[in-house]
């Protein structure tokens, strides 16, 4: 069963834009996500995460959101640039264990 | 170079072959995993040591998978007798030993079996 599920395989937006991905999971125990930024031919990049103890958590450009009652995880993007065109795979791990469970990823094309 | 390391990037075998995949994590990260991915899909979790030890290697798919930190450094994924359905990216993360359990990854190795 897929645990975590980001449903939107692509999204585009313009430059200066917001960009707004979405992510789902079903598994109850986990309690800390994370959000990988992945370029082609290139390892994942952490890019921000959020504790289940918290709502929102901000750096920069970068917004999480979770919404524990609905499974609902959230990366705002403001303003989206040409530069953050990447494939975007929201991550879930929970305290009693150390593996991450990933999504499938969400292809984000930033049009100049 | 403070990130982790993976060799070879690329490795063309065939099928019934052995490979051994290379991961340098981090200095000082006690925690290294490793993860597959396959074509238009998320990292699949394989391993997890912490330490010299594998502390969780129920991703691993069955017996032709193996791995190996001997001095809690240094990781070996070892597959044998390859299949074609082996063909992938494998990706090699660490983190510190805590929570909150931030991975970081490497490159990745693109496995291809012919």
């Known amino acids: 069963d897929q645990q975590v599920k980001q449903n939107s395989p692509s999204l585009s937006v313009q430059e200066g834009r917001i960009s707004i991905l979405n992510c789902d999971y079903t598994?109850?125990?986990?309690?800390?996500f994370l959000w990988y930024k992945k370029y082609p031919a290139e390892g994942p990049t952490f890019l921000i995460s959020?504790?289940?103890?918290?709502d929102k958590n901000e750096d920069g450009r970068f917004t999480v959101f979770l919404n524990k009652s609905a499974k609902h995880l959230s990366l705002h993007i403001v303003p989206s640039q040409p530069g953050d065109s990447a494939v975007y795979f929201c991550?879930?791990?929970?305290?009693?264990?150390?593996?991450?469970?990933f999504g499938e990823g969400t292809q984000l094309t930033v049009n100049p | 170079g403070a990130g982790v390391s993976q060799t070879p990037s690329n490795k063309v075998t065939e099928k019934g072959k052995y490979v051994e995949l290379r991961c340098d994590p981090i200095?000082?990260?006690?925690?290294l995993y490793w993860y597959r991915q396959s074509l238009g899909q998320g990292p699949e979790f394989l391993i997890y040591?912490?330490?010299?030890?594998?502390?969780?290697d129920s991703g691993l798919p069955n017996d032709r998978f193996f791995a190996v930190r001997p001095e809690g450094s240094v990781s070996t994924l070892k597959i044998q007798r390859t299949e074609r359905g082996d063909s992938a990216v494998y990706l090699c993360?660490?983190?510190?030993?805590?929570?909150?359990?931030?991975?970081?990854f490497g490159p990745g190795t693109r496995l291809t079996v012919l």
């Open positions: 993360a660490s983190s510190l030993n805590g929570i909150p359990n931030t991975q970081y």
């Open positions: 598994n109850s125990m986990f309690d800390y």
């Open positions: 959020i504790s289940s103890i918290k």
């Open positions: 991550a879930a791990s929970a305290t009693s264990g150390s593996r991450l469970t």
């Open positions: 200095s000082g990260h006690t925690a």
């Open positions: 040591f912490q330490g010299t030890g594998a502390a969780d």
